[in-house]
């Protein structure tokens, strides 16, 4: 079973307001993925880091999303201003190192926005 | 450009039986890894089995085995004596090795529904 915690495991959010969501890593892994997942179970990467550095975001991410992963403490994805296209599904992933090691998830945030 | 492609959007197949979903995948690497996954109805992803492109020998764990045709880019899934608990989507996922940050190219998917 996966130890990625995530949390709050719902959330709903009006309109621009902000929305913000957290995971623990599992333990031992420097690498943390948050990904979007749509209706349509479509995988939108978002951010990844290795330790406390970003590796790699994408544009969304730099506009609206902001995310760390502080060290000591969970790693956070926020939502400045919630758009109703930001309803989905958040997970957030964890691993070592590595090309070939595998990704465990948490059971995900998922929030809705009205 | 890297691209993985699952066609088959949903399969459903009677309990005990063997199943294969299909994925192709589209890299310029000459190293990468092959990952699926499995997503419950409760939204939990679930690691499964990953093929490494330099082994020759299909993959295999409990009674999930991978179809490895490197030639044609393609990585099947077969889950034998399948089980009412095996309904899920499944994922397949790819990595390059030369990505130092560690992307998952992403399948849209197949649905599996397991009948009594």
């Known amino acids: 079973n996966s130890k990625v915690i995530q949390t709050p495991r719902y959330l709903v959010k009006g309109q621009g307001q902000k929305a913000k969501m957290r995971c623990i890593p599992e333990?031992?892994?420097?690498?943390v993925f948050w990904y979007q997942q749509n209706k349509n179970n479509e995988f939108k990467f978002l951010i990844n880091?290795?330790?406390?550095?970003?590796?790699?975001q994408i544009d969304m991410t730099e506009k609206r999303f902001s995310a760390e992963c502080p060290s000591n403490s969970p790693c956070s994805l926020e939502i400045q201003s919630s758009e109703a296209g930001d309803s989905a599904l958040y997970l957030c992933?964890?691993?070592?190192?590595?090309?070939?090691?595998?990704?465990?998830f948490g059971k995900g945030t998922r929030l809705t926005v009205v | 450009a890297q691209k993985v492609t699952q066609t088959q959007t949903s399969i459903s197949v009677m309990e005990k039986t063997t199943v294969t979903m299909d994925c192709v995948y589209e890299?310029?690497?000459?190293?990468?890894?092959l990952f699926w996954y499995k997503q419950t109805a409760s939204g939990e992803i679930v690691f499964l089995i990953r093929?490494?492109?330099?082994k020759k020998e299909n993959a295999t764990v409990g009674h999930y085995s991978l179809n490895f045709q490197k030639p044609k880019s393609s990585i099947g899934l077969i889950i034998t004596a399948t089980q009412i608990e095996d309904s899920a989507v499944y994922f397949c996922a790819m990595r390059e090795g030369g990505d130092s940050n560690y992307q998952l190219i992403w399948g849209s998917g197949t649905k599996l529904i397991i009948k009594p």
């Open positions: 333990k031992g892994h420097p690498v």
């Open positions: 880091f290795q330790n406390q550095e970003v590796l790699q």
């Open positions: 992933a964890s691993s070592l190192p590595g090309q070939n090691t595998e990704v465990f």
């Open positions: 890299t310029q690497d000459s190293s990468y890894f």
């Open positions: 093929q490494d492109s330099y």
